[in-house]
């Protein structure tokens, strides 16, 4: 009798778990299961549980893995300060007593708004004070300073260290406000990348079929670069099929830019698409973030065409008018009476050289060096999260190419800055500069 109770007891707790783990799953009316609003940074998963759910009755290590699987290459490619490695070397086991850091989780818990900071972070802000307690004696200059000051400023950032690294510090110390030369990278060409291309001789002739070919769609795709390297219209509306398809899908466009589509995919704009996620969402709309946009936005969904249009797929428009179509916050206005939008009207005039001036694109979506189909290009990073946070990330990439690194450390320090995009000089200065250099010169002398 005893053993039929507990046959029962047991394969009701199964089932039970087993449809609870499905429903977990499959992402349909989870939000009965759903035990407080995620962070800012994973609330458009909100319909996508098992996107870090991966296995219904897993808990930590499956969390685990589900976070290294999304963020691994990044913190990787930052040269993370605190990697799972450091801890699992025996000398510094003492250090786990207090805050076991080989798991994402003992710092960035999900569902808890009521102790979540920016960045996902719940622990308080001085927490640095669990393996660090004797900073002020292994360095002087450190004395008097207040644990929850480690991190904010443009001090040190828990992971990502690539612009405050000491010696990076004392090599970039004496450099003046403006480079000599203040450009970035010119885009890549089309033969750049794709080596052995040759422009066609022959003007490009539509491929629709007749009652397709509207005025608009023929001459906004006959000024375009896909007219000129040889994409047609079949190669988009009749790609996945013989038929017509009206609204060619966004892996249309991923097959021959996968590069692009991976950063588009990785960011808050297409992150609801990603292939990877467990369940199709809809694309992200303006109304349902908590940031300001325009009202006229309201209803767009983020594709390609988003910022592209469908034929024209321009870069100039869309590295500004594009963004500030949807995008109306305080600081994304500002950009409109910036110095650094004088200079990229300038460039458009042709009275500056190309890559003197600084669009919304310029610093959010940066041309970077990178890895596809193993070979290294130069693309456009779509993902425009990247080096938002901490916005020190945006230091090597963006900035340097222009300005000095102690400037451009402090104006990123600087929250009015931020605020009204970069009118003006900062109001304040990151010691650590100073910092570095003063060490570097007493161990000279010693
Ligand atoms: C971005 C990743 C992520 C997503 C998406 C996510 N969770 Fe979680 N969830 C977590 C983490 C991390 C924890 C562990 C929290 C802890 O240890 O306190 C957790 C814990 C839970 C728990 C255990 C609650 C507790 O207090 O121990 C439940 C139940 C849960 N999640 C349900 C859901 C449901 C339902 C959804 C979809 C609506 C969802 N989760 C989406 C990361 C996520
Ligand atoms: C399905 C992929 C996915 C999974 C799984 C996932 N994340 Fe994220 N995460 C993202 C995306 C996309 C963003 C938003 C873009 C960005 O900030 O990089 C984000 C944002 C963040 C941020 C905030 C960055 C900011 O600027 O606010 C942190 C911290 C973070 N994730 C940590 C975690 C941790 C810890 C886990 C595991 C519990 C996890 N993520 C699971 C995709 C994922
Ligand atoms: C001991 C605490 C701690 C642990 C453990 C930890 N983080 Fe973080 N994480 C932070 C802090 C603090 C920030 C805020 C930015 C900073 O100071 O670098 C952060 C920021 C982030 C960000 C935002 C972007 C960036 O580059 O800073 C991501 C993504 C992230 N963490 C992912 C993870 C993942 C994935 C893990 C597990 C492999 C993890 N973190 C483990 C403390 C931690
Ligand atoms: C769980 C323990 C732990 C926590 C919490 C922690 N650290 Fe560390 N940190 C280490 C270890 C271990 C090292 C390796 C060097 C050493 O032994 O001091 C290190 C090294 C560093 C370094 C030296 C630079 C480098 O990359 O080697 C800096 C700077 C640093 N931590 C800053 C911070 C800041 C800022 C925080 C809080 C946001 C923090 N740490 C939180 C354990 C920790
Ligand atoms: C780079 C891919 C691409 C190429 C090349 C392309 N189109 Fe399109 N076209 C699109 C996309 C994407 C849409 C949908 C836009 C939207 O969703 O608003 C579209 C929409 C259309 C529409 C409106 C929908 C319909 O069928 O009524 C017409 C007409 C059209 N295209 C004609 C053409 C013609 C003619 C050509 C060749 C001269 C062409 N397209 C080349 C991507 C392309
Ligand atoms: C059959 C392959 C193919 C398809 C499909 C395709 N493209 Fe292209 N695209 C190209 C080539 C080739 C170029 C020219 C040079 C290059 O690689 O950037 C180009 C250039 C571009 C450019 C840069 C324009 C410029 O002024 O230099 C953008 C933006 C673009 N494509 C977006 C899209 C979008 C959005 C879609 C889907 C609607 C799409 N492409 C579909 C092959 C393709
Ligand atoms: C948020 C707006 C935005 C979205 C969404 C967007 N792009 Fe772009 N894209 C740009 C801007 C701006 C540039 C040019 C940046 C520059 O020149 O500095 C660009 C450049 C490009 C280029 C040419 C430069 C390069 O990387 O070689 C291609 C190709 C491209 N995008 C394809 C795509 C595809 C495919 C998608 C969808 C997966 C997409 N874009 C989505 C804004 C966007
Ligand atoms: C169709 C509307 C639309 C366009 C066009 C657009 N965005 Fe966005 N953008 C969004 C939405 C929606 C989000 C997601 C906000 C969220 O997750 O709460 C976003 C997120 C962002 C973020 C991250 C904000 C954060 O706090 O994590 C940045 C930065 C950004 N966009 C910059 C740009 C830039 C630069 C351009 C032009 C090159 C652009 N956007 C074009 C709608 C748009
Ligand atoms: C000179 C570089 C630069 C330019 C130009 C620039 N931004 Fe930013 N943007 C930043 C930095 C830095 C941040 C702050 C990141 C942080 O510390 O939170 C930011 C933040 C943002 C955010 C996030 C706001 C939030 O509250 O989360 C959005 C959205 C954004 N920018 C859009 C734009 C748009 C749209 C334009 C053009 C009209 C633009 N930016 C021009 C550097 C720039
Ligand atoms: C393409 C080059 C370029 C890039 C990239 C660039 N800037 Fe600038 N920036 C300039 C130039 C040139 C000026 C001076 C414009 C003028 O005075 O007319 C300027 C002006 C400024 C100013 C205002 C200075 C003043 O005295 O009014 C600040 C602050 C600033 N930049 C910060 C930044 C930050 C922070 C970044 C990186 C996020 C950045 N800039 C990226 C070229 C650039």
Redesign the pocket.
Known sequence: MKRAIWALWLSTLLALAGWYGYRLYAGDELQAFNPGPLSAGHHQLEQACGACHLNPLGGGEVLQKACVSCHGEELKAAHD??PQS??S?PR?AD??A????RYCLACHVEHAPERTREMAVTQPDD??V???ARIAEERPSHQGMAFAT??SAG????HD?RAL?EDFLVRSADQPVFQAIARIAAPASLADKHPGWQKPAAAPQADAPLERQTDAAVADWLASAHAEAGVNCSDCHQAQSAGWEARPALQVCQGCHAGEAQGFFAGKHGMRLNPALPVKLTPMRPQWSQLPFTAESAGHELGCSSCHGAHRVEQREAAVQACLGCHADEHSLAYQDSPHQQLWLAEQRGELPPGSGVSCASCHLPRETAEVHGQSRRLVQHNQNANLRPNEKMLRGVCLDCHGLPFALDALADPRLLQNNFQGTPAQHVPSVDMALERASSELHR
Do not use: E, W
């Not at 001090?155 to 828990?158: F, S």
């Open positions: 300060a605190h450091k801890f070397d510094n250090r786990l207090h805050l076991d850091a927490f640095c669990h393996c660090h480690c991190a001090c040190h950032n828990y260290n690294y």
